[in-house]
């Protein structure tokens, strides 16, 4: 399990990697079904999501931020304060192509981060033996791949922590409600934590998380972000195949 420490002073870009699992490592692995080994809901949400994950990760290690009123970078603009290296292959990955990006609008640049992004996750989470990359073919002709389970303990905490917060009430720490942020943008917390009895109440939890003081306001602002990419390309496809039919 990812640990993350603060640094002394919390006003510098505190902080660092003592682990190796990424959020959105984790939301991967609880957008796919254990046994199944396929995912519980579709593109372009579950790839704008995982894009959302790593931009929070970036705001929160202090590389990027989303510009505020009065700022010089017009306001709800993307701001790259840090390129230096992350430790993290993917994510600088990622801070490299936000580093050219810096003043553009995050939703804009959703399609750009999920680039090969999932297929990225789903081959470091095989390689570490968390999941077990199934590859087959359709009637012998189509390649699919499906990704169960291997070894679920790491999921089983994330899922564990989620549920806490969700069923219990408990306060949630940064990570977690940015995962509960990000499902709930998704709108798939009843695909997520299955058992719940009262999946309205499920619902409205998750929103009060997601609409709470629970980080910093450019983090909610990188859930919302990936949210309105989600919706724009919702809408897109929507009109595109209206176009096609007519």
């Known amino acids: 399990m990812r640990e993350v420490a603060r640094e002394a002073d919390a006003d510098v870009a505190g ?13 991967l692995l ?11 809901t579709g593109s372009p949400g579950l790839d704008y ?8 990760e970036l705001t929160l290690l202090g590389k990027v931020d989303i510009a505020g ?14 390129t230096s290296p992350t430790g993290d292959p993917l994510l600088d990955g990622r801070l490299a192509l936000l580093a050219d990006k ?3 609008k995050p939703k804009n640049l959703m399609g750009k981060l999920s680039t090969k992004l999932r297929d990225e996750l789903l081959q470091r989470l095989a390689e570490r033996g968390v999941l077990e990359a199934d590859k087959d073919k359709v009637l012998g002709l189509f390649p699919v791949a499906r990704w169960p389970a291997k070894d679920a303990q790491h ?19 940064e990570r977690t409600a940015s995962l509960v942020a990000l499902l709930n943008a998704l709108n798939v917390v009843p695909k997520v ?20 003081d629970w980080a910093a306001e450019a983090v909610r602002k990188a859930v919302q972000e990936m949210q309105a990419a989600v919706t724009a390309a919702i809408v897109a496809s929507s009109t595109a195949a209206t176009a096609g039919g007519s």
């Open 155 to 173: 999921e089983a905490q994330v899922r564990a922590a989620l549920e806490n917060v969700l069923k219990l009430g408990t306060q949630p720490d």
């Open 69 to 82: 009123a009065g700022e010089a970078t017009k306001e709800g603009r993307l701001k790259v304060l840090d």
């Open 15 to 27: 902080w660092s990697y003592v682990g190796s699992m990424l959020t959105a490592e984790d939301l």
């Open 30 to 40: 609880l957008l796919y079904d254990d046994e199944s080994g396929k995912p519980v």
């Open 102 to 104: 810096a003043g553009q």
């Open 49 to 56: 999501a995982l894009a959302g994950a790593v931009l929070i």
């Open 193 to 212: 934590v299955t058992d719940a009895v009262d999946k309205r109440a499920l619902k409205r939890r998750a929103k009060e998380i997601s609409e709470s």
